[in-house]
């Protein structure tokens, strides 16, 4: 379905589409290039349009289309979020609660409840800031990213779909139709934590077998122009016991990881600090949950 908008009454942008199946909003994307967006929950699309920060003039809304709003488990154990499931949602599924509570986690620090009940995870990931909280959880969990084009579809990891600030690896063509994230190991113990200003979390996974850790994985947001990994970090701690040193000093080498920038907000020393001090206690709570034991 399409609607001829009278740019005299809005300006903002001159066509409306609703298609009702993925290949209609693929075909649509196809047609109108780089002058279109994609409408889910709109809650970052609609306030750059007020703002005119962007000015697309074809609006293709994907609300009617069929499934993209599920929050599902496969028969394998694997998490399927649609693109329309929200925020609010996908925290408050039983899988998710149950399988994959850094997930959980994650999504409840961000923004309001309101936010949360029209904002996608989808879309969170779409347009990623450096400190995108469920990216930075995603990034941990192993993610992948799937994508339907006028070529087909194709499935990358989190970690390769976020190119850049606000930007990833999808095409003109091309619009994200779910994100799957693989089952949460045996044994494993997880934490995520944020500093509401300026803007630095941090999630963290680690495995305990018999008392070890034989893997553990970190991600950073708001410190580099993209969510990031650490592995100099991981490899501190995995195949060893936790002690208090050892993880003071996966903090100290996870902040040499980061490189943040200096703005009004903060400078870069004190985000890469901030960086130390969550890591820190972000992995003292995943392996005291690793264990059993509540933690944070």
Not at 158 to 180: L, Q
Not at 220 to 243: D, H, M, W, Y
Not at 257 to 278: C, F, I, K
Request: glycine letters at 8%; hydrophobic letters at 45%; charged letters at 20%.
């Amino acid at each position: 379905m399409t609607h001829t908008i009278n740019p005299a009454f809005n300006p903002a942008f001159e066509h409306y589409y609703q298609p009702e199946t993925v290949e209609e909003a693929v075909s649509l994307l196809a047609r109108c290039g780089k002058d279109a967006r994609l409408l889910a929950g709109g809650t970052v699309l609609i306030n750059q349009m007020r703002s005119r920060a962007v000015a697309p003039r074809h609006i293709i809304n994907i609300s009617r289309v069929a499934g993209l709003d599920k929050v599902t488990v496969t028969e394998d154990g694997t998490l399927i979020m649609g693109a329309l499931a929200t925020l609010a949602a996908v925290a408050k599924s039983a899988p998710v609660r149950q399988g994959w509570p850094l997930l959980r986690e994650a999504i409840l620090a961000i923004g309001l409840v309101q936010q949360r009940n029209m904002g996608t995870v989808v879309g969170n990931i779409c347009r990623p800031v450096p400190s995108a909280d469920s990216a930075v959880a995603l990034l941990v969990l192993g993610a992948s990213v799937v994508m339907s084009g006028t070529k087909g579809n194709r499935a990358i990891p989190i970690a390769e779909f976020i190119a850049g600030p606000r930007a990833t690896m999808m095409v003109d063509s091309e619009m994200v139709t779910e994100v799957r994230v693989p089952p949460m190991p045996a044994g494993a113990g997880t934490a995520f934590l944020k500093l509401a200003m300026p803007k630095v979390n941090v999630a963290v996974l680690m495995i305990n077998q018999k008392g070890t850790c034989s893997e553990a994985r970190i991600a950073l947001g708001g410190v580099a122009p993209t969510p990031i990994r650490a592995p100099k970090a991981e490899a501190v701690l995995r195949g060893k016991s936790p002690s208090d040193e050892l993880i003071d000093e996966t903090g100290a080498t996870a902040a040499g990881e980061t490189s943040p920038g200096t703005d009004l907000r903060s400078s870069a020393d004190y985000r890469r600090e901030m960086s130390r001090v969550l890591v820190i206690r972000a992995v003292r709570i995943a392996w005291d949950r690793s264990q059993g034991k509540k933690g944070g």
